[in-house]
């Protein structure tokens, strides 16, 4: 059985074809716009070049064209914004459905979270294509490997392509809190943008990422959009995860809930995480983080 990974991010593509070598027999990476998996990531990579004014959407029906050339079993594909639209056209087209933001395969099927996590399910396809948006930490320490053949894809033109209006640079923060041991997660517990500084702190004494909640990248815009942590953002797994502010709503927790040992720092004694953490601390995150950067 062949494999086709398609991701945004470099790293992803390599995790993703790491994971995609235990699944099937042959891995091929589309790599769109100069992304670059990196020596030895699959058995072949095959560039997508966008054409000038060409936006990342519009690369899906060559994505497509190397799909029906190379006929994989597999496809596993980063759940990014810009690659769910692109493998949402690729099922369509193979007759199939997307299984989406699987966290483990196994021999029943692809386990995933469902409702807003607030339940798990494991799924199979039905026809003979799998389709799956998969979290590059999903294969653990899983390592690639391949030959590394190299093809140029011709650019198919959509028949309706986008039109880029206008864009402007987008400051990221350079943080890969999926790579991070330990993350320092914020909350609507943060009164003002100030106060973050007392988790930043606490960053700085644990060699923490510094992650979100929702409320604090889409509604005050404190933080930026890539560290928000929850359903329909990061789903994490470090070593240590402090919840620091944070109430505890599922649509949170699911993205932090495999954390190896998980913390909690709340006022509210009755916080629904106090419920799902290892060890929790009452108070006022103002009072509670000085004293645990002192202490540290």
Not at 111 to 136: H, I, M, N, W
Request: hydrophobic share 45%; charged share 25%.
């Amino acid at each position: 059985m062949k494999a086709l990974v398609i991701a945004e991010r470099s790293e992803a593509a390599r995790a993703l074809a790491a994971g995609a070598r235990a699944l099937a027999d042959e891995v091929v990476i589309a790599a769109i716009a100069g992304l670059e998996p990196g020596e030895g990531a699959a058995d072949k990579v095959v560039r997508i070049a966008l054409p000038d004014g060409a936006v990342y959407d519009d690369a899906a029906d060559t994505v497509i064209s190397v799909f029906d050339a190379e006929r994989p079993g597999i496809v596993l594909a980063e759940p990014t914004r810009r690659m769910k639209a692109i493998v949402g056209r690729l099922a369509a087209h193979a007759g199939t459905s997307v299984i989406t933001d699987v966290m483990e395969f196994g021999a029943d099927g692809a386990k995933s979270l469902y409702f807003g996590g607030v339940a798990e399910r494991v799924q199979k396809p039905v026809g003979d294509v799998a389709v799956y948006t998969v979290s590059a930490d999903a294969f653990g320490d899983a390592q690639p490997s391949g030959a590394g053949a190299v093809e140029e894809a011709a650019w198919v033109a959509p028949a309706k392509p986008l039109e880029l209006v206008s864009s402007k640079p987008r400051e990221l923060s350079g943080v890969d809190l999926g790579k991070a041991d330990v993350v320092v997660a914020v909350g609507r517990g943060f009164a003002e943008e100030g106060e973050l500084d007392l988790a930043r702190a606490l960053c700085d004494k644990l060699g923490a990422g510094l992650g979100c909640s929702r409320p604090l990248t889409e509604g005050v815009d404190w933080l930026p959009r890539e560290t928000y942590i929850g359903v329909s953002g990061l789903m994490l797994s470090p070593k240590a995860y402090v919840a620091c502010g944070i109430s505890g709503q599922m649509q949170h927790m699911v993205g932090c809930n495999r954390a190896g040992a998980l913390f909690a720092v709340n006022k509210d004694k009755n916080a629904p995480v106090f419920k799902q953490c290892d060890y929790g601390l009452v108070g006022d995150v103002k009072s509670v983080l000085p004293a645990l950067v002192a202490a540290l």
